[in-house]
T-cell receptor
Framework: DQQVKQNSPSLSVQEGRISILNCDYT??????FLWYKKYPAEGPTFLIS?????DKNEDGRFTVFLNKSAKHLSLHIVPSQPGDSAVYFC????????????FGKGTHLIIQP | DVKVTQSSRYLVKRTGEKVFLECVQD?????MFWYRQDPGLGLRLIYF???????EKGDIPEGYSVSREKKERFSLILESASTNQTSMYLC?????????????FGPGTRLTVT
C-alpha cells in the first residue's frame, strides 16, 4: 500500500501564478517531510522540508504547509518561473530520515509562458 | 557542496551478468542509500547503510546486494541481472549529525538489461 501519495501526475501553471502541489500520507509515524525537485537525467535535489512539529516552513518562493490531522502537505511556489518546470517528489520519513525516505510517485509541473 | 558521484551514467548489460554500481560521496556522511526510479512508481528504497560494514534492507531488496567497505563508498550489486531490473538507479547520502536527514543524490545510472 502506498504510504505517500501524489494524486496529480502533472500540473500546468502559467508563469507568474501560484503553483500548488499536493501530497497525502497514511503513516502517522512519519515525522519529517521533504520536497525534492528532479530534472530529466539528473538526480533529485532537495528543495524544502518540514518537521511534524511545525505547520509551515518558508524559503524564498517556496512554502510547505503541513496539516497533520488531515495527513496532507502542500508545496506552494510563488511566483512560478519557467525554471520551475520539473518533476516534484514528496517524501516522508520516520526517525528524521535515518532509515531512508518514502517517496510519492511525483508530479510533473509545467510552467507555461 | 556535497558531491555524490556514480561510476556510470549509462550501462547496458546482458541477462544473467553480475553488475556493480558504484557510489562515492565526499562529505563524510554516515548514511548512504540506493534507490531505483521507474516511471509512474517514484523512487523506491533498495538498501541503505548506517556505517561501514552495516547494511539494512529497504522496500525492494530482492535481487540486489550491497557492500560498504569504506565510509565514502557504497556499492549496489545485481548478482544475476534480469530485464525487470532495467531502471534508473540513484545513490544518496545523508548526515546523521544534523538530525534533519536531507539526502543528497548522485546523477543516477540508467541501467538497461537486455
Amino acid at each position: 500500500d502506498q504510504q505517500v501519495k501524489q494524486n496529480s501526475p502533472s500540473l500546468s501553471v502559467q508563469e507568474g501564478r501560484i503553483s500548488i502541489l499536493n501530497c497525502d500520507y497514511t503513516n502517522s509515524m512519519f515525522d519529517y517531510f521533504l520536497w525534492y525537485k528532479k530534472y530529466p537525467a539528473e538526480g533529485p535535489t532537495f528543495l524544502i522540508s518540514i518537521s511534524s512539529i511545525k505547520d509551515k516552513n518558508e524559503d524564498g518562493r517556496f512554502t510547505v504547509f503541513l496539516n497533520k490531522s488531515a495527513k496532507h502537505l502542500s508545496l506552494h511556489i510563488v511566483p512560478s518561473q519557467p525554471g520551475d518546470s520539473a518533476v516534484y517528489f514528496c517524501a516522508a520519513s520516520e526517525r528524521g530520515g535515518a532509515d531512508g525516505l518514502t517517496f510519492g510517485k511525483g508530479t510533473h509541473l509545467i510552467i507555461q509562458p | 557542496d556535497v558531491k555524490v558521484t556514480q561510476s556510470s551514467r549509462y550501462l547496458v548489460k546482458r541477462t544473467g551478468e553480475k553488475v556493480f554500481l558504484e557510489c562515492v560521496q565526499d562529505m563524510d556522511h554516515e548514511n548512504m542509500f540506493w534507490y531505483r526510479q521507474d516511471p509512474g512508481l517514484g523512487l523506491r528504497l533498495i538498501y541503505f547503510s548506517y556505517d561501514v560494514k552495516m547494511k539494512e534492507k529497504g522496500d525492494i531488496p530482492e535481487g540486489y546486494s550491497v557492500s560498504r567497505e569504506k565510509k565514502e563508498r557504497f556499492s549496489l550489486i545485481l548478482e544475476s541481472a534480469s530485464t525487470n531490473q532495467t531502471s534508473m538507479y540513484l545513490c544518496a547520502s545523508s548526515s546523521s549529525g544534523t538530525g534533519l536527514g536531507e539526502q543528497y543524490f548522485g546523477p543516477g545510472t540508467r541501467l538497461t538489461v537486455t
